[in-house]
């Protein structure tokens, strides 16, 4: 395992986990991209730990689909962070 990889339990049940740009390039390159198609990536930098998930949510339903609101609520619950290369769960 390098320095910059994650303990494997934080992601070895993650399909969609990628290390870093170059291996997400890796797994593009192949794929082709239909003109109908939509691709969407996001990178967590700093979430906000105080947002009030629930009532977030709530209010995201009026306005997006269920899968949307899956992967926002996994977004705003998923709180790993990397500090000097250890991996910690943000609680607070």
Do not use: W
Not at 12 to 29: E, G
Not at 36 to 46: A, E, G, Q
């Amino acid at each position: 395992m390098e320095d910059s990889d994650p303990p494997l339990y934080l992601v070895r049940n993650s399909a969609h986990h990628v290390k870093n740009s170059i291996q997400f390039i890796q797994i593009l390159k192949p794929l082709q991209v239909k003109p109908d198609n939509l691709m969407v990536s996001y990178n967590m930098v700093s979430p906000f730990t105080k947002v009030p998930i629930a009532v977030s949510l709530k209010l995201l339903s009026h306005l997006f689909e269920d899968d949307v609101l899956a992967l926002l609520k996994h977004v705003l619950t998923s709180t790993y962070f990397c500090f000097e290369g250890q991996f910690y769960k943000q609680t607070e």
